[in-house]
């Protein structure tokens, strides 16, 4: 029902700033909250943000709070990830991912639809 595709992913330098964006494919889209996710090798599946279906109610990982913002346009059916003061520990694919409920938070396994992902780089 539902198609993800990141992008804006890259190379960046330590302090510097991205912006991700993941457009959805499908009628249903404005009823599902929207997650991002990353993934360094070898390590975990680690959340990072989730905005509700109103944009209306968002949490973050204290990892990346005050720093990333999450936002969606239900018009353009994208979700954004803006990210400033970029780590290098940052470095990881960011995946989008689509939940019934915000309320699922940082619960991969109750995420329905997920992107292929986009490597973000942070140097130095």
């Known amino acids: 029902q539902v198609q993800l595709v990141e992008s804006g992913g890259g190379l960046v330098q330590a302090g510097g700033s991205l912006r991700l964006s993941c457009a959805a494919s499908?009628?249903?889209?404005?009823?599902?909250?929207m997650g991002w996710f990353r993934q360094a090798p070898g390590k975990e599946r680690e959340f990072v943000a989730v905005i509700s279906w109103s944009g209306g109610t968002t949490y973050y990982a204290d990892s990346v709070k005050g720093r990333f913002t999450i936002s969606r346009d239900n018009v353009k059916n994208t979700v954004y990830l803006q990210m400033n003061s970029l780590k290098p520990e940052d470095t990881a694919v960011y995946y989008c991912a689509a939940a019934p409920t915000v309320g699922v938070k940082a619960d991969h396994g109750r995420y329905d639809y997920w992107g292929q992902g986009t490597q973000v780089t942070v140097s130095s």
């Open positions: 499908g009628r249903t889209f404005s009823r599902y909250a």
